[in-house]
């Protein structure tokens, strides 16, 4: 029994063939739109991620000031309250060479009172208005290497920031900070912050810690 050939596919119509042709230009145009969409997507989503990123370095340094603030308000004792400012510019701002000076009574000379890493014999008296150390202290005004702010530069070792300390608009002193440790050569936002916080809280605390009991400098 014979069989029959078997049978041509129908040849598309011209119509049929632009029909099929619109088609696939419209799905090109979906196709397209999607990954546009998606392009948004990704960017918005790193730009969600570095806002997180932001947020979370701004709440890590939020904790920072706040345990900054905490230390300086845990004892009246001078010798601690010096050991607990040390502390915190090792190991907030990065750096093992400091100096924390004093106006004497006179208001006429910065007496150095506490430091590390750096040759104290140079520092040990800078009368006010000498250098960057002494011009912080007469015109109160945060000195930062690397921003230019502050009084200009003079002799004496390099300095990366010097930060007056108040008791109101009055000038107690100054934390003079040197060198920087390696993993941090620079100074941040988060630095100026706590500087702007030592400016307020600590020349207070220190202050008070200069009487014992009966009134009398300690």
């Not at 739109?33 to 806002?51: F, G, K, N, P, S």
């Not at 308000?73 to 400091?98: K, M, P, Q, W, Y």
Request: charged share 25%.
């Amino acid at each position: 029994m014979s069989q029959d050939p078997p049978s041509k596919p129908d040849t598309p119509t011209p119509e049929a063939l632009q029909g099929t042709e619109e088609r696939l230009g419209e799905l090109r145009a979906e196709n397209a739109a999607l990954r546009t969409q998606l392009d948004a997507l990704h960017q918005e989503r790193a730009r969600l991620e570095a806002r997180l990123s932001e947020a979370d370095a701004r709440v890590t340094n939020l904790v920072g000031l706040c345990a900054a603030s905490h230390r300086l308000h845990e004892t009246f004792e001078r010798r601690a309250l010096l050991d607990i400012l040390r502390d915190i510019i090792n190991n907030i701002v990065g750096s093992e060479e400091l100096g924390i000076f004093e106006l004497d009574e006179q208001r006429s000379t910065l007496v150095l009172v506490h430091s590390m890493g750096i040759e104290p014999a140079e520092l040990q008296s800078i009368p006010l208005g000498s250098g960057i150390i002494g011009q912080t202290a007469l015109t109160g005004q945060l000195f930062v290497a690397s921003e230019g702010k502050g009084p200009p530069a003079g002799s004496g070792p390099a300095l990366t920031a010097c930060v007056p300390l108040r008791i109101g608009s009055r000038v107690w002193g100054v934390i003079a900070i040197f060198g920087m440790l390696p993993h941090k050569p620079t100074l941040g936002d988060s630095d100026l912050e706590l500087f702007a916080l030592l400016e307020k809280q600590a020349g207070l605390v220190l202050a008070a810690s200069e009487t014992d009991s009966d009134g009398h400098r300690s």
